[in-house]
């Protein structure tokens, strides 16, 4: 028995004649088909699952970067949301939708200030549980410290250093030159 192959022209398909029990099946009730399929295959999909391994990658004066990993996304395209709020004032400050991954950049916070972050996924099946996070913008004073820390490092204060260390070695091959010629005259006198 020849099966025969489906005829396409890029928009329909055609069932060969031998599958007319698939084309009694569709025809004869196309709502309890169409039904029943669309059953099946939302019993595959369901809501995302929360992104997880959450990091906060960036810190600044006025800005956080976090970064989180996807988690299971029930079979249909989801989007990621980070709610950013203020825990001092307790009020959301900001929040971001992303559609490709779970990174989010938020910027325009205020300095020293400790933000409470509440990330989820959402597809048309639904929303994720909530991973919430803590993180602090940085303080004046952390840059103030960051800043002078680099000073240690000024490339001027190493050729500081380097000059005053070669002042005291040659101050020291001095005082043991002059120590030797002083003891070497000593040994002369006593010899005499």
Do not use: W
């Not at 019993?43 to 970064?67: F, G, K, W």
């Amino acid at each position: 028995m020849r099966t025969e192959p489906a005829q396409c022209d890029g928009h329909h398909c055609l069932l060969p004649s031998k599958s007319s029990a698939i084309k009694d099946l569709i025809f004869s009730n196309p709502t309890s088909y169409l039904s029943d399929l669309r059953d099946a295959i939302s019993r595959y999909m369901s809501a995302p699952e929360s992104p997880h391994d959450c990091l906060v990658i960036n810190q600044t004066l006025q800005s956080l970067t976090i970064e989180c990993q996807p988690g299971y996304n029930g079979s249909l395209p989801q989007i990621f949301h980070m709610e950013i709020y203020n825990s001092i004032v307790e009020h959301m400050a900001d929040n971001l939708t992303r559609l490709d991954k779970p990174r989010f950049h938020v910027t325009d916070l205020s300095p020293g200030t400790s933000y409470v972050l509440v990330i989820y996924a959402s597809n048309i099946k639904g929303r994720s549980n909530s991973v919430a996070l803590v993180a602090s913008t940085l303080s004046t004073a952390e840059r103030r410290t960051a800043q002078d820390d680099k000073l240690l490092f000024n490339p001027l204060i190493g050729v500081l250093i380097g000059v005053v260390s070669l002042f005291v070695i040659i101050g020291i091959v001095i005082v043991v030159i002059v120590f030797k010629s002083h003891i070497s005259k000593g040994d002369t006198r006593k010899g005499i």
